[in-house]
């Protein structure tokens, strides 16, 4: 082995051993440091993304709220408060509304003769059939706040006639028949 290393000069010698040095350097990194690098990396990747969760963690809250407040609402605008009502109490409810919102508005609440209507695919139908009077403003006003208070009521006939014939403000005598629907269970 001595002649072999004795065929190479000195800077043939020393460049050899630098190269082996290097190879050597080089494969402890690829196979000791590098691993430990990396993993270094996806720990304090993950550090950041759970002190990021932590610090919007009273936002996650605030927005699951309000999303919550937003279906409740929605819930409300469909159904007003009928939804959790059972089928018996649901017709003494609406009259017990119609009879607030008529003392409201100036109307007066003549008559209410709540139905049975027909079954549409998954909803059953209830009817009532609502006799006003009142004035026409006072009329207008009513109806607005009957969409608001009950939810999704749908008109379903409309008859308006003169009770007098002032010509400032004639009396009204209105009849309608509303719809509301329920899902069949």
């Given amino acids: 082995m001595l002649v072999a290393l004795n065929r190479f000069?000195?800077?043939e010698f020393a460049l050899a051993l630098a190269v082996i040095v290097f190879a050597v350097v080089a494969l402890l990194f690829t196979y000791l440091i590098m691993p430990k690098i990396k993993t270094f990396q996806g720990v304090s990747t993950t550090e950041v993304t759970l002190k990021k969760v932590v610090e919007s963690g009273d936002l996650l809250d605030t927005k699951l709220a309000q999303l919550q407040g937003?279906?409740?609402s929605l819930q409300r605008r469909?159904?007003?408060d009928m939804a959790s009502l059972p089928e018996k109490e649901i017709e003494a409810y609406v009259v017990g509304k119609l009879q607030r919102m008529s003392w409201?508005?100036?109307v007066q609440l003549?008559?209410?003769e709540p139905s049975d209507g027909a079954t549409i695919e998954s909803f059953h139908e209830i009817l009532f059939r609502v006799s006003l009077a009142g004035d026409y403003f006072d009329m207008y006003q009513w109806?607005?706040?009957?969409s608001s208070e009950l939810g999704f009521v749908l008109i379903k006939q409309y008859e308006?006639?003169?009770?007098d014939n002032l010509a400032q403000q004639p009396r009204l005598?209105?009849?309608l028949t509303m719809a509301t629907y329920r899902a069949l269970q």
Avoid: A, C, F, Y
Wanted: proline share 4%; glycine share 8%; no cysteine.
């Fill in 160 to 163: 308006m006639k003169p009770l």
């Fill in 143 to 146: 109806l607005r706040e009957v």
């Fill in 104 to 106: 409201q508005n100036n």
């Fill in 78 to 80: 469909l159904h007003g």
């Fill in 9 to 11: 000069d000195k800077r």
């Fill in 173 to 175: 005598s209105v009849t």
């Fill in 110 to 112: 003549v008559g209410i």
């Fill in 70 to 72: 937003d279906i409740d």
